[in-house]
């Protein structure tokens, strides 16, 4: 089985988002409502010999990718003067999971199997 990670930006400082649409299907998680100019949050992770660059994700947008190797996917973000660090992909928590997704949200990072219940893992901080 190929896991796959789904990080998606939360954090608008205009509009408060509902995980579902009102028809209760999951479209909003793979598209941005928002506008072009709301909070930016960069980011970056790696595992051991990969490295996935670095990205940058406006309010709502998503970023995905597929789990090539069995190991612990580090990551890192930044927004605004506040910096977050968590483990997107972690043995043995996440090894039997077809896919992990992510919520950045205004107060962390919140971690979720199945987009319904949402644990917060990781907080920003700031010097």
């Excluded at 490295?51 to 069995?70: A, C, I, Q, S």
């Amino acid at each position: 089985m190929r896991n796959s990670v789904f990080l998606q930006n939360d954090y608008s400082p205009r509009k408060k988002k509902n995980p579902k649409s009102p028809d209760g299907s999951d479209k909003e998680w793979s598209r941005s409502s928002l506008p072009s100019n709301s909070q930016t949050m960069q980011f970056s992770c790696n595992a051991e010999n990969i490295d996935l660059g670095m990205h940058v994700l406006y309010g709502g947008e998503v970023y995905n990718w597929k789990v090539e190797k069995k190991s612990t996917y580090n990551c890192a973000a930044l927004r605004k003067l506040k910096f977050a660090r968590w483990n997107a992909f972690e043995l043995p928590r996440d090894e039997n999971r077809e896919t992990v997704y992510w919520a950045a949200r205004e107060n962390g990072f919140y971690l979720s199997w199945d987009k319904a219940k949402w644990v917060r893992n990781s907080t920003w901080e700031s010097e």
